[in-house]
């Protein structure tokens, strides 16, 4: 099972248009937020911390992504700034840098939980 979602605190319009060049993605509001579900589970995967930030723009934004082999991504940015960068790869900790308060990620069952809390 792989599990890919992005939350992006803006308009569903706004968001929609930043995904305009991807498939087999799924749009709901969720008050303030917008949270983007990518079906294919390949798209975002393995995106560099600029690549998140730039996305973001001037908005919030949470992307997670873990799959059954114990690959994991977490990526936090507010501000322009990322706040939590968590990767894993193959069960090895690739990346593990900021601390946000907000969000307790330090292993790759932490992404699943996060998402299973805020994400569904």
């Not at 305009?20 to 709901?28: I, L, Q, R, T």
């Amino acid at each position: 099972m792989t599990e890919c979602k992005v939350m992006i605190k803006a308009p569903m319009k706004k968001v929609k248009a930043r995904f305009s060049d991807y498939e087999d993605m799924e749009f709901e509001k969720r008050g303030d937020w917008t949270l983007v579900e990518d079906y294919s589970g390949t798209q975002l995967f393995g995106w560099g911390i600029s690549n998140w930030v730039k996305l973001a723009g001037e908005d919030e934004l949470i992307y997670a992504y873990y799959d059954e082999d114990m690959n994991a991504e977490f990526i936090h940015v507010r501000d322009g700034v990322c706040l939590r960068a968590y990767t894993q790869y193959d069960d090895e900790v690739d990346t593990d840098e900021g601390e946000d308060a907000e969000t307790s990620v330090r292993e790759w069952s932490d992404v699943g939980d996060y998402m299973d809390k805020h994400m569904v």
